[in-house]
């Protein structure tokens, strides 16, 4: 398994911008799918994008279409989440998570074997 460590988060107005980073350690970085999911209390955790580990294809979670971009730097094994015009509803407990899903089930958590400690994200109005 790999090891994640984030960095980035924090507390922002309504309309700007936040870049989360997330590191491996350890081998295969390019081999996973590397994925960022939210999560607020007393609520499961949203699915929020993800990038494939071949062919760097991107999906997104509806709520953050447009406004969200993935990516990521196998040289670095380092996966960002570039959030732009943020909202207040994207208020949440980010975490990042590496897997090796089928395509059919790659917004679901439970096929991530690999989180990250979480960062927070607050955005006022």
């Known amino acids: 398994q790999v090891q994640l460590v984030q960095s980035g988060g924090g507390l922002v107005q309504a309309g700007d911008s936040l870049r989360l980073s997330c590191t491996a350690s350890?081998?295969?970085?390019?081999?996973?799918?590397m994925g960022w999911f939210r999560q607020t209390t007393g609520n499961e955790r949203e699915f929020v994008a993800v990038?494939?580990?071949?062919?760097?294809?991107?999906y997104y979670g509806d709520p953050v279409k447009g406004r969200f971009t993935v990516s990521r730097d196998n040289s670095k094994k380092t996966v960002y989440l570039q959030m732009n015009n943020l909202k207040p509803e994207d208020t949440a407990n980010y975490y990042c998570?590496?897997?090796?899903?089928?395509?059919?089930?790659?917004?679901?958590?439970?096929?991530?074997?690999?989180w990250g400690q979480g960062t927070q994200v607050t955005v006022s109005s």
């Open positions: 990038i494939r580990a071949s062919g760097g294809h991107t």
């Open positions: 998570a590496a897997g090796r899903p089928i395509l059919s089930a790659i917004r679901n958590p439970e096929m991530f074997h690999s």
């Open positions: 350890g081998d295969s970085f390019s081999s996973y799918t």
